[in-house]
């Protein structure tokens, strides 16, 4: 897509980014009927911004953030072949948007950087009724792995 940027957030993305947040938390709202239903929080934005073991990336689109995505470098399972792998979050594409690569354009970005660190094994978590998440990252070859399971016993 013509003029579209995929760059490292910065601290000055701070008030789109808290923005894009509180939207990634209202498309999962139907997932999950434990979100809180007021000042729920998804991420530590400053620590993704400012730690060397993250890498945030937003899509912009004249001026305009549009899209986002994180890699984070994580300690893996003690019984795994990896030491370390990189975890994916705050994947978020605004709906005029969607469909078009921008996610892929993200992803992709986000692989590199992992390749780039030296890590190779990568992870990410997403509501299973989520058809239209796990269909972009499937393009770029996450394949179905664990299945969280839970259960309520309140009345
Ligand atoms: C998940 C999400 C980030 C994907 O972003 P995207 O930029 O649309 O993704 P891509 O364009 O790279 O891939 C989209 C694929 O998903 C599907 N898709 C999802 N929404 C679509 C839409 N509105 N229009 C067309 N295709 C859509 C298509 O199968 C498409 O594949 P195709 O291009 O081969 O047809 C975006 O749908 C989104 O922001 N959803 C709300 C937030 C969310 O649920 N985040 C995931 C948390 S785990």
Sequence with gaps: MKN???????????LALLSLEQKVIEAERPFNN??????AIYYDLNNLVTDDASHLL??????????????QIR?????????KHAYLGFMYVEPDYRGLG??????????????QQGIFDLYLDV??????AIR????????????????????
């Design 4 to 14: 579209l940027i995929i760059r490292k957030a910065s601290s000055k993305d701070q």
């Design 34 to 39: 434990t979100i809180k239903p007021e000042n």
């Design 58 to 71: 937003v899509a912009e689109l004249k001026g305009k953030i549009i899209g986002s995505g994180y890699a």
């Design 75 to 83: 300690e893996s399972k003690k019984s795994l072949k990896h030491t």
């Design 102 to 115: 921008i996610n892929k354009l993200i992803m992709e970005s986000l692989l590199d950087w992992s390749k």
């Design 127 to 132: 509501y299973d009724e989520n058809d239209a």
């Design 136 to 155: 972009a990252y499937e393009k770029v070859g996450f394949v179905k792995s664990l299945v969280e399971m839970k259960i309520n016993l309140g009345v």
